[in-house]
């Protein structure tokens, strides 16, 4: 176990201790204990920086299950590098506006940090786990503790529901991109992702290629809310808003991306990896501003956001894939993964700082609805000003950080129609259009944002609470946000080096390092270039759009906000409820001996089709046993009782038939030489015999035998099916076992019984020296069934009570 | 039990062989390790013949003359069972593993001590209880 | 002799599956007990019938039938007698209970 290990479960240790912290230091916020887990690891990991920067990777592996080919390797280079810095860094700022958020006195603030512990810890193992399944795990950790916390306020159905949303979609995509695995795993050979990435041209070739990437896309495309599998993250915002800015803008809606470059070098240069990820990123990116348009809450405004700004990220990326196909560093193509780190950096920034002053508005307000908001700027100018600069930057204005991606993602989607790849020259031409569009919504829903919540007149009256500033322990991490979103803006070469370069390599993996096109240099200033006029564009139309408003939102499709995939979504699964409950209806008929008949007749099919498939069937004469007389009367005593036990009506003569039956079999056991066996039987025949005549000594009337019994064709054909099967199955192994001439494992309590065990009796001894554990178990299950007796027995019910 | 049977010959004739029947199956759990009985035969007998006790006198009767709670019999046999196991753990062999040795006494001749036997005495008292467990709730119901 | 014990517990499990089928819950518990019969004799055709002595080292034989489905067995039984004490009890409740021992009775509400 290495420090990367620790760093990892540490915070899933710490979680064990929130509770007891939270009981017994109640004076102190509890978020104060849990700040210092994730600083603790952003300061762990920044030095690593240096090196990273410098070309190295690390790599730790502990065996977990080394037979199958799993340890839980830790793997950290440029790109897992930048995720961990953005889970630990804007987790603790998180965890510090959450101490202001939540009231210690009226949260169960212990369940909100376990949980948020839960996540962090489960998406570290995702960035930093190399092997596959290891991933998978800490995947689906991130799905179940995403959903613990949307279902923070579990008292909210609407909590409860957006939490069962995201479980279904973000689940059924992780069980795709297990099989994914598995389908990797048989091309490959290796769990490993390294291992991958050298056999990457098996993987492409292989005829498993497009299941297996298809498989994997889903995983990544539920997870990081692509279209359509958007519609989880909009109903998510039901969360406390730490988690919103926590897991839904800035970190686990990213693991989907992650993913998706993580795989780029194993399957990039592929034209299907291409087509399918741009595509979808691109759409989404449209499909999201336009939606983003039509909200009237403010976090669902910025849940489309996020999903519109996912598909920018998706898109470059699938565009950024073509390096490898050419297999060069080319500017034309790596300016679109440049693009994507920048701009997946920048969101979290400028996303995060948003959330948290929506959350700042919904806190000190009591509202999220743009339509009572307005005139804030006065009342909390703080908070307006951080909000004006996230929103700025959102809309790719100067000078902030994102007008330089958006400028970079203009160069990218420009670029991407002189690729002369894949038909880029004529459906190309889509890319810069939509983009372009998309960034024009972008712009209008964000001075939607802006402006709904802060300008216009204030009215004191139409707010529940007394407005006012949000205290400043609030305040500081937006606040913090804010300020990188204006350094980087203004400095961006310092991530350049640091962050960026480093993470194209690890998604670039084996181009050349050297290559001039890695020589990250962002400028402000690219001339009159077509970004710049782009821009410009971007600006002029959002404003007249915006401008507009007032005549655009009467139109019927403003004033509908859901999304047109939320209702298919409802439909689907109550349908798929209701046809399961159909299904159910007609197999549990609640008849017990429906029940039997299934499970005879499966019996039948099984033991049947396994027979003839092995050819297993085997009537050989040969090697039975002589019989005497009296073993054919025996057997004739007890064919004819057993036969007649279903046409028996009085129940005394049932119970007295059956008793004649055990002890017709226990003379059986003594002709077949087996002493134990017969007294056994004898003394529980006895006894059973009693217990039968007990219950129905206490049951005079339990079976009025008036009633007769149909006789039933079906069941007796089942039965006589069964019947028939056993039979053939005993000889079959009968004479198998003769043929074969197995020797017995019995020989050696044969040979053993009297020198290890000192006993002559060996059934005896089996059963005391060789399978004591077996023999003091059996008597365990008979000690159970009499306790359960007493149980069943002494049960009293009240009236009208149901069992 | 509520039985009332005035048949005198019944109930001398259960005195007498109820307990025949009771020190015969103290045979057959001893004679176990080399002839047919041993702990489940010996116990399932045990239990029929105090059935026969209670089939022919009053309930309360018995219970007066024989005190015990087969309930907590029934754990004190699987504990010895499990018990026995822990001293093959001690010496140092796997769970389980029962020793034995042959003794020479004076007048009695040669004889055998197993631990097997005290793993039986769990198993005889483990059915026996539970046996009886099983047909007196159900006798003693209402 | 192989050939008539394995008719023999064919035909246990032939009328051990139709009582399991019949409506009536004590049928049921005298199928179960029938089935756990049949499967001990099972084991032991399966095994070779009368291939030598009882199983006991003391009496001068050389040949033995085979202790271990012996010892399968007699544990069988004994579990057997406490499953089948079980049912038994549970159909005596069930009746106490709800007053009938018709399973067709006795189903379950359609909401469950």
């Keep these: 176990m290495s420090l990367m290990h620790w760093a990892i479960l540490l915070p899933f240790i710490f979680a064990i201790f929130v509770p007891i912290l939270y009981k017994y230091i109640r004076p102190v916020h509890t978020g104060w204990f849990v700040l210092i887990i994730p600083t603790v690891l952003f300061l762990y990991f920044l030095p690593y920086i240096s090196s990273i920067a410098n070309g190295e990777t690390f790599y730790e592996a502990v065996p977990w299950v080394p037979s199958l080919g799993i340890d839980f390797a830790a793997f950290l280079d440029g790109w897992s590098l930048l995720f961990v810095l953005l889970i630990t860094g804007i987790g603790a700022l998180v965890v510090l506006y959450s101490i202001y958020y939540l009231d210690k006195k009226h949260e169960a603030i212990h369940n909100f940090y376990v949980y948020l512990l839960l996540f962090m810890g489960a998406m570290l193992g995702v960035v930093l786990s190399d092997n596959l399944i290891v991933l998978y795990v800490f995947w689906e950790l991130t799905s179940l503790s995403s959903t613990l916390l949307i279902s923070y306020w579990f008292q909210r159905d609407a909590s409860i529901a957006g939490a069962q949303k995201s479980l279904n979609i973000t689940v059924f995509g992780g069980f795709a991109m297990l099989a994914g695995f598995a389908l990797l795993y048989v091309i490959t050979g290796t769990f490993s992702i390294q291992e991958m990435i050298g056999q990457a041209d098996v993987v492409i070739n292989h005829e498993l290629f497009l299941p297996t990437m298809i498989l994997i896309l889903l995983g990544a495309f539920t997870k990081s809310a692509q279209f359509p599998f958007h519609i989880w993250l909009p109903d998510a915002m039901e969360a406390p808003t730490p988690v919103s800015a926590y897991l839904h803008s800035a970190t686990m809606v990213k693991a989907g991306i992650y993913l998706v470059a993580r795989f780029t070098p194993v399957f990039g240069g592929a034209p299907e990896w291409f087509w399918v990820i741009s595509g979808f990123g691109l759409f989404t990116l449209l499909w999201g501003s336009l939606s983003a348009i039509r909200q009237k809450d403010l976090k669902g405004?910025?849940?489309?956001?996020?999903?519109?700004?996912?598909?920018?990220?998706?898109?470059?990326?699938?565009?950024?894939?073509?390096?490898?196909?050419?297999?060069?560093?080319?500017?034309?193509?790596?300016?679109?993964?440049?693009?994507?780190?920048?701009?997946?950096?920048?969101?979290?920034?400028?996303?995060?700082?948003?959330?948290?002053?929506?959350?700042?508005?919904?806190?000190?307000?009591?509202?999220?609805?743009?339509?009572?908001?307005?005139?804030?700027?006065?009342?909390?100018?703080?908070?307006?000003?951080?909000?004006?600069?996230?929103?700025?930057?959102?809309?790719?204005?100067?000078?902030?950080?994102?007008?330089?991606?958006?400028?970079?993602?203009?160069?990218?989607?420009?670029?991407a129609t002189q690729y002369g790849i894949f038909n880029m020259e004529t459906a190309g031409m889509l890319f810069p259009v939509i983009g372009w569009v998309a960034s024009v919504f972008t712009f209008v829903y964000c001075c939607i944002f802006f402006f709904k919540t802060f300008a216009g007149p204030f009215n004191a009256d139409r707010f529940a609470k007394t407005v006012h500033e949000a205290p400043v322990g609030m305040l500081i991490s937006p606040a913090i946000l804010g300020l990188i979103v204006i350094t980087v803006g203004l400095f961006p070469n310092l991530l350049s080096q640091s962050i960026i370069e480093p993470s194209m390599a690890s998604i670039l993996n084996g181009l050349p390092m050297d290559n001039e096109a890695f020589a990250v240099d962002i400028e402000h200033w690219h001339g009159f270039s077509a970004e710049l006029f782009m821009t410009i564009g971007v600006i002029a139309f959002g404003s007249l759009i915006y401008v507009s408003m007032g005549k655009w939102k009467e139109l019927s499709i403003y004033k509908k906000s859901e999304d047109v995939f939320s209702p298919l979504y409802d439909s689907s699964i109550s349908g798929l409820i209701k046809g399961s409950q159909k299904i159910t209806n007609v197999q549990m008929t609640g008849r017990l001996r429906d029940y039997f008949a299934y499970i005879s007749v499966f019996f039948l099919i099984v033991v049947g089709w396994t027979m003839i498939r092995y050819d297993a069937f085997a009537i050989d004469l040969q090697y039975i046993s002589e019989v005497n007389s009296f073993e054919v009367a025996l057997v004739v005593l007890l064919l004819v009782s057993v036969l007649s036990l279903p046409f028996i009506q009085q129940r005394v003569a049932a119970i007295v038939m059956l008793g004649f039956i055990g002890f017709l079999i226990a003379l059986f056991f003594v002709n077949l030489r087996s002493a134990d066996l017969a007294l056994t039987q004898l003394l529980i025949e006895t006894v059973l015999v009693i217990l039968f005549m007990l219950a129905f000594y206490h049951l005079p009337e339990l079976r009025k035998e008036t009633k007769r019994l149909t006789f039933n064709w079906t069941n007796a054909l089942i039965s006589f099916g069964v019947g028939l099967m056993v039979t053939l199955v005993a000889f079959s192994a009968f004479t198998f076992g003769q043929e074969n001439d197995f020797s017995p494992i019995s020989e050696y309590y044969i040979e053993n019984s009297a020198d290890l065990a000192g006993g002559y009796n060996m059934v005896n001894v089996v059963l005391v020296d060789f399978r004591g554990l077996d023999t003091v178990l059996e008597v365990l299950v008979l000690g159970i069934a009499a306790l359960a007796v007493i149980a069943v027995i002494r049960l009293k019910l009240k009236e009208g009570d149901d069992v | 039990m509520k039985w009332k049977t005035n048949n005198l010959l019944f109930i001398h004739v259960t005195r007498v062989v109820s307990f025949l029947i009771l020190a015969f199956s103290i045979y057959l759990f001893f004679a176990g390790h080399n002839d047919p009985g041993g702990g489940f035969i010996g116990g399932l007998m045990t239990a029929s013949s105090i059935l026969l006790l209670y089939l022919t006198f009053d309930k309360r009767k018995i219970d007066e003359m024989l005190p015990i709670d087969y309930v907590s019999l029934i754990s004190a046999g699987l504990l010895i069972a499990f018990g026995t196991g822990f001293i093959g753990l001690f010496i140092g062999d796997p769970y389980l593993t029962q020793y034995f040795d042959y003794f020479t006494l004076p007048w009695i001749g040669e004889f055998e001590l197993a631990t097997a036997v005290l793993f039986d005495v769990g198993i005889y008292l483990g059915v026996a209880a539970s046996a009886l467990v099983i047909i007196l709730t159900i006798a003693g119901d209402q | 002799m192989e050939l008539l014990m394995s008719v023999v517990v064919g035909v246990f499990f032939m009328v051990g599956t139709y009582l399991l089928m019949t409506?009536?819950?004590?049928?049921?518990?005298?199928?179960?007990?029938?089935?756990?019969?049949?499967?001990?004799?099972?084991?032991?055709?399966?095994?070779?019938?009368?291939?030598?002595?009882?199983?006991?080292?003391?009496?001068?034989?050389?040949?033995?039938?085979?202790?271990?489905?012996?010892?399968?067995?007699?544990?069988?039984?004994?579990?057997?007698?406490?499953?089948?004490?079980?049912?038994?009890?549970?159909?005596?409740?069930?009746?106490?209970?709800?007053?009938?021992?018709?399973?067709?009775?006795?189903?379950?509400?359609?909401?469950?």
């Design chain 3, 23 to 112: 409506r009536s819950l004590i049928r049921v518990v005298i199928g179960i007990n029938l089935l756990s019969h049949a499967t001990h004799l099972l084991l032991l055709t399966m095994a070779g019938l009368k291939t030598g002595a009882p199983p006991l080292l003391n009496r001068g034989e050389t040949e033995f039938s085979d202790p271990l489905p012996q010892a399968l067995i007699l544990t069988a039984i004994v579990i057997s007698f406490g499953i089948t004490a079980f049912t038994l009890v549970l159909a005596y409740r069930t009746y106490k209970v709800n007053k009938t021992d018709d399973l067709d009775q006795l189903r379950g509400s359609h909401d469950e």
């Design chain 1, 301 to 415: 405004l910025l849940a489309y956001s996020t999903i519109s700004q996912l598909g920018m990220v998706m898109c470059l990326l699938g565009l950024g894939s073509a390096a490898l196909y050419f297999d060069e560093a080319n500017e034309l193509y790596t300016v679109a993964i440049l693009a994507a780190v920048f701009h997946l950096f920048n969101h979290a920034t400028f996303k995060g700082s948003l959330f948290m002053c929506a959350g700042i508005v919904d806190h000190e307000t009591g509202t999220r609805d743009i339509r009572s908001l307005g005139g804030l700027m006065l009342v909390m100018p703080a908070t307006a000003t951080i909000s004006l600069i996230g929103a700025a930057s959102m809309a790719g204005l100067p000078p902030f950080n994102g007008f330089l991606s958006k400028e970079h993602f203009f160069m990218a989607i420009t670029d």
